[in-house]
């Protein structure tokens, strides 16, 4: 699967798409580790989620397929 990636996704990590806990958006964000091997679906991290306001945990869904920077 090939995005374009929002610059609110974020500059370093693994291209994701993740749900956030608290409003259930799907995005496209960054995983913070530098290997998407390292990356698996459900895992959670902490993003900023601009629906919410605030930094919230995040689902990940899929990973894409783009190089991490």
Request: hydrophobic share 35%; proline share 4%.
């Amino acid at each position: 699967m090939s995005k374009s990636l929002d610059p609110a996704a974020g500059e370093y990590g693994v291209a994701v798409e993740a749900i956030c806990v608290g409003c259930r958006q799907v995005r496209t964000k960054r995983y913070p580790k530098a290997v998407p091997e390292a990356v698996s679906l459900g895992q959670s991290f902490k993003h900023v989620c601009h629906r919410c306001q605030k930094a919230t945990y995040w689902n990940v869904r899929d990973v894409l397929e783009e190089e991490s920077r």
